[in-house]
């Protein structure tokens, strides 16, 4: 009877280091598991970092690109069509496709309302009366078929957005 209770004590022992080993195991897989997920996590904010800093000098780039681009336009610059469709290469583009016959002249016009110069300013750079440029809009909303309720300031922004 002693020898089937040292056998059983002995079943249980084995049992229980089974065990143990069991958990270590388990532990140990969980311990990799969760030192994977950290250095991941850490690549990740590094990444993330990376791009963050990457996109703050593409804005600092437009917001310098902006400010070149509306000193143009005060300087009534011809260049100034070159230095926005490098910045915003999609706007005429999109302009272009609902009307492709549209005028050197009329995409001027059209970057300068795109980056917010009033009627009033638009007409003090170009050198025209502020009624021709109140003409030159409405005529532009009828070549892109934009209604007069619609705010052309708005319209050109969401374009450029999609």
Not at 29 to 39: D, G, H, M, Q, S
Not at 99 to 125: H, P, R, T, V
Request: hydrophobic letters at 40%.
């Amino acid at each position: 009877m002693l020898n089937d209770e040292e056998k059983e004590k002995e079943s249980e022992n084995i049992s229980k280091k089974n065990m143990f080993f069991i958990y270590n195991i388990l532990v140990l897989c969980l311990i990799v598991v969760l030192l994977f997920a950290y250095i991941r996590c850490r690549k990740n904010k590094g990444i993330l970092r990376q791009k963050e800093s990457e996109t703050n000098i593409l804005k600092e780039k437009l917001n310098n690109s902006y400010d070149c681009m509306i000193e143009l336009a005060r300087k009534n610059d011809p260049d100034l069509l070159n230095k926005f469709q490098e910045a915003y290469p999609n706007f005429i583009k999109k302009l272009l496709a609902i009307n492709s016959n549209l005028s050197k002249s009329d995409l001027i016009f059209c970057a300068m309302i795109w980056l917010g110069l009033s009627s009033k300013e638009i007409a003090q750079y170009t050198f025209v009366e502020h009624r021709s440029v109140q003409n030159k809009k409405h005529r532009l909303r009828k070549k892109l078929n934009i209604s007069s309720d619609v705010d052309l300031y708005l319209f050109f922004k969401n374009l450029s957005e999609h």
